[in-house]
């Protein structure tokens, strides 16, 4: 799972690690926020009324969800299993609450925080980017605060400071946690077996 307050370069630094490393999948969150300019539906994010978003939580087809900034954001189950179940590895750009609800579930979950260069910084390219009025802005800088706090429980922290510098470093962590014990333990199992 990855996060990072908005405006820190999420997008961009996903959309080079997918140069990279293909084969990952990236999981489309259903929200209850209207596009900006661009955004695609089914691409960008599936974009729902509430009443679909509280009947996707009610049939359990969430793997996550919260409120972030006056809208739902969440992570729809169905597709996400399928790629784990065929050892597809999933990405989920999420916020830190939903990070934590899914780290609950599945602790084998990898958990990667990226960290703005700085506060001014942050704030200048939320506004330089230009798609949330001053109000909005404001808010997504406090909530910036909350989740860089929640980083902490994090599995790995990097800053964003030079984007190649940052897409090698997620890039690193990725190929690295497919090593770590607790996501081998059918490989240990499978060569115990041998014995
Ligand atoms: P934005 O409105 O800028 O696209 O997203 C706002 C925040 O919601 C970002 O931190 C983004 O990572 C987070 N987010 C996007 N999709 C999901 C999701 O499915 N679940 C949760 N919990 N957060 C999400």
Redesign the pocket.
Known sequence: M??????CG??TVLNELFKRLPDIHY?V???T?AP?DG?VDGK??YFITKDEFNNLIKTNG?????S??G?Y????KEKIMECLENGQDVI????????M?VKAVHPEAVLIFMLPPSVEELKSRLIGRG?EDMDTILR?VG?ASR?IQLSRNYDFVFVNDKLDEAVDTLTGIIKYSKNLTGNNIDLIKGVLEQC
């Open positions: 990855f996060s990072a307050p908005s405006g999420k997008g999981s969150s259903a929200t926020r900006r955004e960008s994010y969430m793997l996550e969800y919260a972030f900034c809208n954001y969440g992570t729809p989920l750009e999420i916020e830190t609450a939903g990070a609800m798609t997504r909530e989740e």
